[in-house]
């Protein structure tokens, strides 16, 4: 039915105006559009054309909770309740912005690390942890 009435809209254009529509269509290979009887070309397409954006300059630095010795990351669990229905949370690492000594570079090296590495740097020492890590410690 809604063929039908779209064939007949199209027949209701001038004879001039459907052949100058039937031939744009057929030599671009384009359909035409028999709701306003114009045809789609390509020059409709490259005017509209969108620019790209430009790359930001400034990006804001994310704070992960991740401890960059041990790599101790947010660990997944659910809170189980007297009824057994569980819930899922989020164990988050226990980590701490301190000041440590560094022996090699004769100054204090502020740091964010958990406490399980701070354990780990006072058994070891903060070089021998950092090179383990692969973390330069001058650049901090």
Partial sequence: MATATLLSSSFAMPAAARRASSSSSTSLGFATSQLA???LSAGAA???AI?????RQFQPIVVRRVCPFTDKKTNRANKVSFSN???????FVNLQYKKL???AGKRFVKLRLST????TIEK???D?????????????
């Fill in 128 to 140: 021998a942890v950092a090179r383990k890590a692969g973390i330069d410690l001058n650049k901090k």
């Fill in 37 to 39: 009887g114009l045809s």
């Fill in 116 to 119: 399980k590495a701070l354990k």
């Fill in 51 to 55: 620019a790209p954006l430009p790359k």
């Fill in 101 to 103: 000594w560094w022996e």
């Fill in 46 to 48: 490259t005017s509209t």
């Fill in 85 to 91: 229905h569980k819930t899922k949370k989020q164990q």
């Fill in 124 to 126: 070891h020492g903060l």
